[in-house]
């Protein structure tokens, strides 16, 4: 990508100052006083940070700055001031960069649907953005040298299918007038929508939107899913109560060379190519042999747990999963597999509390957004696996883990990133990480 260079940290750019509330300030025009709310002021934008943003600096103060590019040259409107930084949308560009792009969704701009981070960056250059924030938060947070970085040969993959039509999941918030739409950036403000561009076509088609003429009076929220076996299906959330609206309430998902049912509103891959990519990493990077035992961690519905026990046979697969659906589908889907038990309990009480005791040969760690942590990340490494595979969804999150793992003497050994939701600032990881040698 224009403008980052591959590890790259937050650098500094050219300062600006600022007039008043409402005016653009540059550098040069005088005393400045401190960044306002609403406030407009002209920077130039330097790299890409985690969140969607690019980083930016005003007489020191940073400010992160959402649709901008690094290398940049924009007015950027002030929406949330903190201790230490600010946060600005770019209404104005006025040096662009050649990856930008004219977003293909007209919601997709400063204060209207927060939902996509990236429409206005070209697809190639996603991938480059998504690249650097994982070599920066392996090296800021994860405590690796940029040599050790290198190494790992960091590359963020795009999946078949483009960027668009992708999400098989799609939950619609709910307004006051009970017009389904989604929510601005870091707001409960819903933003009536006529249609959603990443949203699988089938769920497109959908009457649920308001320009339709459907309205959810009694509703919080509407779910939708397209399954990768066929089903399309319409739920309403309601104060923690769902309704069926249309079609199946168990949803047919096809992924590992089986066929999942779960239900609509319950947990699964949202891009229909992300689970057998997962999947097909995991296999890669942990090579499972015949008889050797495995831990699937957060396993949910069990996808990891089906994969392994094709490979070791008959060898015990333990699934850990703290959700009560999650904990159903995995026994439901699953049952054809005696080898594999399923505990229901949160995967760090299960570990201290040894409802979960090694050794074990292998194991797969898929922990939510908030990362795995250092008491999990000790209690698998007293078990003496060969090997993990770590599945994560948050980089910030993977590198803190990171830095657990390398603490305990184990090595990243490799490292793939996926790009599961494009047009997003979101990416997908699959690390391996093995033990001390001896």
């Given at each position: 990508m224009t403008g980052v260079p591959a590890g790259s940290g937050v650098a500094a750019v050219p300062a600006g100052s600022i007039g008043a509330a409402g005016s653009?300030?540059?550098a040069g025009s005088g005393e400045r006083r401190g960044l306002e709310e609403a406030e407009?002021?002209?920077?130039?934008?330097?790299?890409?940070?985690?969140?969607?943003?690019?980083v930016a600096r005003v007489d020191g103060q940073v400010v992160f700055v959402r649709h901008a590019l690094p290398g940049e040259r924009v007015v950027a409107e002030v929406t949330e001031l903190h201790r230490g930084f600010a946060r600005a949308d770019a209404v104005e560009?006025?040096?662009a960069s050649p990856d930008r792009v004219e977003p293909p969704c007209p919601y997709a701009k400063p204060g209207r649907c927060g939902g996509c981070d990236l429409?206005?960056?070209?697809?190639?250059a996603q991938l480059d953005w998504k690249t650097a924030v994982v070599r920066e938060q392996l090296t800021r947070l994860g405590g690796l040298s940029d040599g050790q970085v290198d190494a790992l040969d960091v590359r963020v993959a795009a999946l078949p299918g483009g960027p668009l039509g992708w999400r098989s999941r799609v939950r619609y918030a709910v307004d006051g007038a009970g017009r389904a739409g989604l929510l601005k950036h870091r707001s409960h403000e819903v933003v009536p929508v006529d249609r959603c561009l990443i949203a699988h076509p089938a769920i497109q088609e959908l009457r649920v939107l308001a320009p339709s003429g459907a309205r959810w009076p009694d509703a919080d929220a509407v779910e939708t899913v397209a399954s990768t076996g066929g089903d399309v299906s319409v739920t309403a959330l309601a104060e923690g109560t769902s309704t069926p609206v249309s079609g199946p309430a168990l949803v047919r998902e096809v992924a590992a060379g089986r066929e999942w049912q779960l239900p609509a509103s319950g947990f699964w891959q949202v891009h229909p190519a992300a689970a057998d990519t997962l999947?097909?990493?995991?296999?890669d990077l942990l090579d499972p042999r015949p008889g050797e035992t495995a831990w699937d961690l957060y396993g949910g519905a069990g996808l990891f747990a089906a994969a392994l026990a094709g490979r070791v046979g008959d060898a015990r697969i333990t699934l850990v999963e703290s959700a009560e659906q999650g904990v159903a589908a995995a026994r439901e889907n699953l049952a054809d597999l005696p080898a594999v038990e399923?505990?229901?309990a949160r995967v760090e009480t299960a570990l201290a509390r040894r409802r979960v005791t090694g050794p074990v040969d292998l194991v797969v760690l898929d922990p939510p957004r908030s990362g795995a942590g250092a008491p999990v990340v000790r209690h698998i490494a007293a078990a003496g696996p060969r090997a993990v595979a770590y599945v994560a969804c948050d980089p910030a999150a993977f590198a803190r883990d990171v830095r657990a793992f390398t603490g305990l003497g184990w090595r990243l050994a490799a490292l793939r990133g996926f790009d599961l939701f494009p047009m997003t600032?979101?990416?997908e990881l699959v690390g391996l990480f093995l033990p001390p040698a001896g």
């Open positions: 653009i300030g540059t407009r002021v002209e920077l130039t934008v330097d790299a890409v940070a985690p969140g969607g943003h690019c560009i006025r040096s429409q206005h960056v070209a697809p190639a999947v097909g990493a995991v296999l399923v505990v229901a600032q979101h990416v």
